[in-house]
């Protein structure tokens, strides 16, 4: 699966075609219209535009189907190099087929191919197991040695969803239990049901952790109706609104892993590959503990400015 690539970020230049006159054009296809996914798109907008690149944007409305349709749609337009942000790791794989079929190189970000990068032109993914890590180590610290329950509300059982959580358990102090583990489905409804149910049956659980922030929120309603309001919440995400709820007590931790950077990182990288410089295949959105105290030193998760 192109070990080297994923673990080290092998240098790598691009064999794939680019305007040899006139500004680079990009196609970015994008998986759905959520808060992810807007912020995502702002990033490569703005990014795009100040490196005088031409730029068609679609999105697939977490559509696997549509997806391809609009993959074939930038194919058709002739752009240099396609940007991806796939409805899921299972509906890149025809999509990686498609563009190497018709010599279109085509960048990812957040998933990679079941087979490996040979086929894309680079990718831009988060380190989910220390994102899991970063929120353990600061749940074993506060412990201080006590013994305590925590439980776990996770993504939507995806390899991406479980290498997170993966990383979670694995650095969790011997004196941290986990009691429960429930899926939230990104979903703050679904997250909020689940952490009600785990109160139910664990009344003395003293930490959640809680894949994002958006499912974050709705496990503090739930704890907070359930009369556990002293219940710590670890999370990931790193947003204005997360924060806001670091400050206020709602949350005691998150990590940031800013959106803006990967929508940077994606055209800065592709354009950089498509000119052959010696740039790294596969970059990674930087991770940061972000609690209480340097709240106002998280990096900026979103675009400020409209698209």
Request: contains cysteine.
């Given at each position: 699966?192109?070990?080297?690539?994923?673990?080290?970020?092998?240098?790598?230049?691009?064999?794939?075609?680019?305007?040899?006159?006139?500004?680079?054009?990009?196609?970015?296809?994008?998986?759905?219209?959520?808060?992810?996914?807007?912020?995502?798109?702002?990033?490569?907008?703005?990014?795009?535009?100040?490196?005088?690149?031409?730029l068609q944007v679609a999105n697939s409305?977490?559509?696997?189907?549509?997806?391809?349709?609009?993959?074939?749609?930038?194919?058709?337009?002739?752009?240099?190099?396609?940007?991806?942000?796939?409805?899921?790791?299972?509906?890149?794989?025809?999509?990686?087929?498609?563009?190497?079929?018709?010599?279109?190189?085509?960048?990812?970000?957040?998933?990679?191919?079941?087979?490996?990068?040979?086929?894309?032109?680079?990718?831009?993914?988060?380190?989910?197991?220390?994102?899991?890590?970063?929120?353990a180590e600061w749940i074993s610290k506060?412990?201080?040695?006590?013994?305590?329950?925590?439980?776990?509300?996770?993504?939507?059982?995806?390899?991406?969803?479980?290498?997170?959580?993966?990383?979670?358990?694995?650095?969790?102090?011997?004196?941290?239990?986990?009691?429960?583990?429930?899926?939230?489905?990104?979903d703050r409804s679904k997250a909020k049901?689940?952490?009600?149910?785990?109160?139910?049956?664990?009344?003395?659980?003293?930490?959640?952790?809680?894949?994002?922030?958006?499912?974050?929120?709705?496990?503090?309603?739930?704890?907070?109706?359930?009369?556990?309001?002293?219940?710590?919440?670890?999370?990931?995400?790193?947003?204005?609104?997360?924060?806001?709820?670091?400050?206020?007590?709602?949350?005691?931790?998150?990590?940031?892993?800013?959106?803006?950077?990967?929508?940077?990182?994606?055209?800065?990288?592709?354009?950089?590959?498509?000119?052959?410089?010696?740039?790294?295949?596969?970059?990674?959105?930087?991770?940061?503990?972000?609690?209480?105290?340097?709240?106002?030193?998280?990096?900026?998760?979103?675009?400020?400015?409209?698209?």
């Amino acid at each position: 699966m192109g070990l080297c690539l994923l673990l080290s970020g092998c240098a790598a230049s691009s064999t794939g075609r680019s305007s040899s006159s006139g500004p680079p054009s990009l196609g970015f296809v994008n998986g759905d219209t959520k808060h992810f996914h807007t912020c995502l798109e702002k990033a490569v907008r703005e990014t795009a535009a100040s490196n005088m690149a031409t730029l068609q944007v679609a999105n697939s409305r977490a559509s696997a189907g549509r997806e391809l349709s609009n993959i074939k749609a930038m194919i058709d337009s002739e752009v240099d190099a396609i940007i991806i942000q796939s409805v899921d790791s299972k509906a890149l794989d025809a999509d990686v087929a498609m563009a190497k079929k018709a010599g279109i190189p085509l960048f990812v970000t957040s998933y990679t191919p079941s087979d490996g990068n040979d086929d894309v032109l680079g990718a831009v993914l988060f380190r989910l197991p220390e994102i899991g890590r970063l929120n353990a180590e600061w749940i074993s610290k506060d412990a201080d040695g006590r013994q305590v329950e925590v439980g776990i509300v996770s993504g939507d059982g995806t390899s991406s969803s479980n290498s997170m959580v993966r990383g979670f358990t694995k650095a969790l102090a011997d004196n941290v239990k986990v009691v429960a583990s429930e899926p939230g489905g990104y979903d703050r409804s679904k997250a909020k049901s689940a952490a009600s149910r785990m109160i139910r049956s664990h009344p003395d659980l003293q930490y959640v952790f809680v894949a994002n922030e958006d499912m974050a929120f709705g496990v503090r309603e739930a704890l907070d109706q359930a009369g556990s309001t002293d219940v710590r919440i670890v999370t990931a995400n790193g947003t204005d609104e997360g924060l806001a709820a670091l400050k206020d007590g709602r949350f005691s931790a998150t990590v940031s892993s800013p959106v803006m950077e990967m929508g940077e990182l994606a055209v800065t990288s592709a354009l950089s590959l498509l000119r052959g410089d010696q740039t790294d295949k596969i970059a990674y959105v930087p991770n940061r503990l972000i609690t209480e105290g340097n709240a106002d030193t998280a990096p900026i998760y979103c675009p400020y400015d409209d698209i």
